[in-house]
């Protein structure tokens, strides 16, 4: 992607107050996150080059609530990587992607997060079972929110 397209992105979601920007073109796929602060340029990261475990999330600055910190099973928990609406499958007439006690591997799809009417595919960064799903399907997630655990 041309570098001034890239800068084009940062200057209009900086601008205009957005949190979030998803574009895709081709192959190349780049989501610019607005860091919240005035005069921020945003940060931007490339999908493709770099894999989605080695982007670390900010240290989170607001308590969370007691409901997700003591979840029934012990794991790995899949977080959500944005705001949106979680989506167990494609569409409504689709089998879910994973169910309770499905063997998963690293790279499979686990749900779609719908943010600003792109469908954003989450994938599983480990190996195990689905032990708990701990979202229901149209519910509005935020970021860093727990959505399966994985052991």
Request: aromatic content about 6%; proline content about 7%.
């Amino acid at each position: 992607m041309d570098l001034r397209k890239l800068k084009t992105l940062i200057d209009l979601v900086s601008e205009s107050g957005i949190s979030e920007l998803e574009v895709n073109e081709g192959e190349d796929r780049v989501r610019i996150v607005n860091a919240g602060s005035q005069g921020s340029n945003g940060q931007v990261f490339y999908a493709n080059p770099v894999p989605a475990q080695n982007v670390q999330p900010p240290p989170a600055t607001i308590a969370t609530p007691a409901v997700e910190a003591a979840p029934a099973e012990t794991g790995f928990i899949a977080r959500s990587p944005m705001v949106g609406t979680f989506y167990r499958a494609a569409n409504p007439e689709s089998p879910d992607f994973v169910k309770v006690g499905d063997t998963v591997k690293i790279g499979q799809t686990l749900c779609i997060i719908e943010a600003m009417k792109l469908l954003n595919e989450i994938e599983s960064e480990k190996d195990g079972v689905i032990k708990q799903i701990l979202c229901e399907n149209g519910q509005g997630v935020e970021f860093d929110q727990p959505l399966f655990i994985i052991t």
